[in-house]
Nanobody
Framework: QVQLVESGGGLVQAGGSLKLSCAAS????????MGWFRQAPGKEREFVAT????????YYADSVQGRFTITRDNAKNTVYLQMNSLKPEDTATYYC??????????????????WGQGTQVTVSS
């Protein structure tokens, strides 16, 4: 049974930082591209950042490029999202996703196989 468990969300002031973690189990982690998506109330789930199986390649949404960094530790079966210079518009539930089939450049949520339960990030102005 595949499980993705996110942690690290919380309330932060604009300009602050948070680091999200996603611990994976029940899969061969190194065979999966990993990604972060987010969903704000009343909006569709959107792509944030993805990471290739080796971690050597990354892909970011324009809205977070230069502020967020995705990394992974294949020895710990964990993917991270370091978020700096946070803005109120970054407020959302952040979801970790995994796929053994989709390219790490896939920005379409339905192409990702497994999802975590989400962690809330709230940025106050």
């Amino acid at each position: 049974q595949v499980q993705l468990v996110e942690s690290g969300g919380g309330l932060v002031q604009a300009g602050g930082s948070l680091k999200l973690s996603c611990a994976a189990s029940g899969l061969t982690f190194r065979r999966y591209a990993m990604g972060w998506f987010r969903q704000a109330p009343g909006k569709e789930r959107e792509f944030v950042a993805t990471n290739s199986r080796t971690g050597e390649s990354t892909y970011y949404a324009d809205s977070v490029q230069g502020r967020f960094t995705i990394t992974r530790d294949n020895a710990k079966n964990t993917v991270y999202l370091q978020m700096n210079s946070l803005k109120p518009e970054d407020t959302a539930t952040y979801y970790c996703a995994a796929s053994s089939l989709a390219s790490y450049q896939s920005v379409v949520p339905r192409e990702w196989q497994y999802w975590g339960q989400g962690t809330q990030v709230t940025v106050s102005s």
